[in-house]
């Protein structure tokens, strides 16, 4: 079945590890978002990718670092894990990103707990 | 700034017609989405809207006033489905994607 796929389901962290945060899309997507999820906010974007080999800063990219060295595949990393960063984090893909209206369809997510 | 309002949460019966309202103040519109989110779960696409009038999608409706920045998705028949929480996002001038906070609709039986 075609889709993104997202690992782990969920994680309780340390204060202080690094974790990466795994997403795989087999729709030849051409872009890519990593989003969190906070109750009573909005989605908030953290990193995106218009094409393999770039990214760009979303709204709130501090702590949180990514790369996109083929089209499938953008994982999220988290060098030094603070507790504001426990959240629940979703990747989502389009077929085209920066400039299109492209719709954004969105993986299982990730629940992160951190402590 | 840029701002997507919509009610925190909703009340509806089964059977019934509900409509969760949506107004933006955004630099710019290039279009406006709805999804569906159910508890757990990731966010679903429902409609797009980027001209105005109503578009029909079964039991559910999208409604855009770009004059006025105001949407609405409007469910019809009621199922206790339904319940989950309804998330409006605009495209700004810029073609990044605002997002609301979502609304939660409970639906009794």
């Not at chain 1, 501090?62 to 990393?77: E, K």
Request: net charge neutral; hydrophobic share 35%; with cysteine.
């Amino acid at each position: 079945i075609a889709g993104i796929t997202q690992a782990p389901t969920s994680q309780i962290l340390a204060a202080g590890r690094r974790m990466t945060l795994r997403c795989t899309q087999d729709m030849r997507h051409n872009a890519m978002y990593w989003y969190r999820q906070d109750l009573g906010l909005g989605l908030r974007l953290i990193h995106y990718s218009n094409t393999a080999g770039t990214t760009g800063k979303g709204e709130v990219p501090d702590g949180y670092s990514v790369s996109r060295a083929n089209t499938d595949d953008f994982p999220l990393t988290l060098a030094s894990a603070v507790p504001s960063q426990t959240s629940v984090y979703f990747c989502a893909s389009s077929d085209s990103g920066s400039g299109s209206t492209d719709t954004q369809y969105f993986g299982p997510g990730t629940r992160l707990t951190v402590l | 700034g840029q701002n997507i309002d919509q009610p925190t949460e909703m009340t509806a019966t089964e059977g019934a017609i509900v409509q969760i309202n949506c107004t933006y103040q955004t630099s710019g519109f290039n279009g406006l989405f709805w999804y569906q989110q159910h508890a757990g779960e990731a966010p679903t696409f429902l409609s797009y809207n980027v001209l105005d009038g109503l578009e029909e999608k079964g039991r559910f409706s999208s409604f855009l006033s770009r004059s006025k920045g105001y949407s609405y998705l409007l469910l019809k028949e009621l199922q206790m489905k339904d319940s989950a929480s309804y998330l409006c996002a605009v495209i700004d001038s810029n073609y990044q994607l605002i997002w609301g906070a979502g609304t939660k609709l409970i639906i009794k039986p």
